[in-house]
C-alpha cells in the first residue's frame, strides 16, 4: 500500500493569516506561505513546483515546518546570499521596467519573456534561475490562482452549536476558549509584482518583527489569560496549559476547553490538566469568541501603530492583554457564546 503524501494541516493557520504574513513577510516567506495555500487548495505537489520553481524536497521541508510550528515555521530571516549578477542601478532600472512593462511595449511580463529581453536589449547573459531569483530579490512575486473551496460541513457545525448550547445551560460545566494569534511589529503592507503588497520595511537586523499571543478565554465571566511566544508548537502550548493551571482558579466542576484543529492541539503526551478538551468543527474559527479578542486587540493597539523593535512589540503586547485581564466585564459582552446561536 503505498504511503499517502504529507499535506499541510489546513487548522494550523487560517488562509488570512498565510495571506497577511506573505504580505508583510520576506520574499522566501512569501513563497512558502503561497505554497502552503495553494496546497491546501488542492493544488497537486508536482504542479506547486513547477508554479513555485521549487524542488519537492523543499516542499517537504516547509509542509514538516507548517505542520509543527504553524505560521512560524514558514518565517525566514535575511541571510547572505550569492552575488547578484543584476545589481546598481541597472537592477533598480530592470526592477521600474516589471512595473512599467509598457515601456518595453508589453501588458505584462512572465520570466521566460523578461529573460529574452535583457538578452536582447540589454546584452546580459545569465540563466532563467537568476531571472527569477532578480524577480525575489526585488520583492515581486509570482501571482497564481487560488480557488479556496468551502469545506466547512454544516451538519458538523450545526450539531456542535447544539452541543455547546446545551453544555452551556448546565451549571456544572464551564466553558473555556483558547487559541493563537500572531501579532505583526511592522503590519503594513509591502510591494508584489501581483499588486498584493507595496514597498518593504525591515528592523534593522532584518529580522521580521512577530509574536505570538496563546490565550483562553471564559466567555460567563470574562477571565482572561495569556502568554507571549515567539511561535507556535506543542511545547509552548504545553507551557501555555501549564502557566493557566497554575493561574486560574476553577469554579466549577467540570471544565471544557474547547480548541481548533491545529496539529500541537492534537499531540497525544498534552497535559490538560483541570481541563477536558473539545474540538470545533473543521474549518470552523467563527465559532471560537476568543477570535473576537483577537480582533479587537489588533484593532486597538496595533491598527496603524509600527513597533521599531522587539522590544516595543513586547512592550505593547503587554498592555494589549493587560486590557483584556482588566476588563472582564466587557470581554464577557465581546465573547458571549449566545452569539453563536
Known amino acids: 500500500m503505498a504511503r499517502r503524501l504529507l499535506q499541510p494541516n489546513p487548522e494550523n493557520a487560517s488562509i488570512h493569516a498565510l495571506k497577511e504574513t506573505a504580505r508583510v513577510g520576506?520574499?522566501?516567506?512569501?513563497?512558502?506561505?503561497?505554497?502552503?495555500q495553494l496546497l491546501i487548495a488542492g493544488v497537486r505537489r508536482d504542479q506547486v513546483c513547477r508554479a513555485l520553481l521549487v524542488s519537492?524536497?523543499?516542499?517537504?521541508?516547509?509542509?514538516?515546518?507548517?505542520?509543527?510550528?504553524?505560521?512560524d515555521g514558514l518565517i525566514v530571516e535575511k541571510r547572505p546570499g550569492r552575488t547578484a549578477i543584476l545589481r546598481g542601478e541597472q537592477a533598480a532600472q530592470l526592477a521600474r521596467l516589471i512595473t512599467a512593462p509598457e515601456q518595453a511595449e508589453r501588458t505584462f511580463w512572465t520570466a521566460k519573456a523578461f529573460h529574452g529581453y535583457l538578452s536582447a536589449t540589454y546584452q546580459v547573459e545569465c540563466s532563467y534561475e537568476t531571472v527569477v531569483r532578480f524577480f525575489h530579490r526585488q520583492g515581486f512575486a509570482l501571482k497564481v490562482p487560488q480557488p479556496w473551496p468551502d469545506r466547512q460541513d454544516e451538519v458538523q457545525r450545526e450539531a456542535f452549536r447544539q452541543q455547546l448550547h446545551e453544555l452551556s445551560q448546565n451549571p456544572e460545566v464551564e466553558l473555556w476558549f483558547a487559541d493563537e494569534s500572531g501579532f505583526e511589529g511592522d503590519?503594513?503592507?509591502r510591494r508584489r509584482w501581483d499588486k498584493k503588497g507595496h514597498k518593504t520595511r525591515s528592523t534593522k537586523n532584518g529580522d521580521h518583527l512577530r509574536m505570538n499571543v496563546i490565550g483562553m478565554?471564559?466567555?460567563?465571566?470574562?477571565?482572561?489569560?495569556?502568554?507571549?511566544?515567539?511561535?507556535?508548537?506543542?511545547e509552548t502550548f504545553q507551557a501555555f496549559l501549564n502557566e493557566a493551571h497554575k493561574s486560574v482558579t476553577l469554579h466549577r466542576p467540570r471544565n471544557i476547553i474547547i480548541v481548533d484543529n491545529a496539529s500541537w492541539h492534537k499531540r497525544k503526551l498534552l497535559n490538560w490538566h483541570a481541563w477536558e478538551v473539545m474540538y470545533l468543527p473543521p474549518y470552523s474559527p467563527d465559532l471560537n469568541p476568543i477570535e473576537r479578542i483577537w480582533l479587537v486587540m489588533k484593532a486597538s493597539w496595533f491598527n496603524n501603530h509600527v513597533c521599531r523593535n522587539m522590544d516595543q512589540l513586547i512592550e505593547r503586547l503587554d498592555r494589549a492583554i493587560l486590557d483584556v485581564i482588566d476588563n472582564p466585564q466587557r470581554t464577557s459582552k465581546t465573547t458571549a457564546i449566545g452569539k453563536l446561536f
Open 26 to 36: 520576506s520574499t522566501e516567506t512569501s513563497l512558502r506561505c503561497t505554497a502552503i
Open 56 to 71: 519537492e524536497r523543499s516542499l517537504r521541508t516547509w509542509i514538516n515546518a507548517f505542520n509543527d510550528r504553524g505560521l
Open 187 to 189: 503590519p503594513r503592507p
Open 217 to 234: 478565554v471564559c466567555p460567563r465571566t470574562g477571565e482572561f489569560v495569556a502568554i507571549e511566544a515567539s511561535h507556535s508548537d506543542s
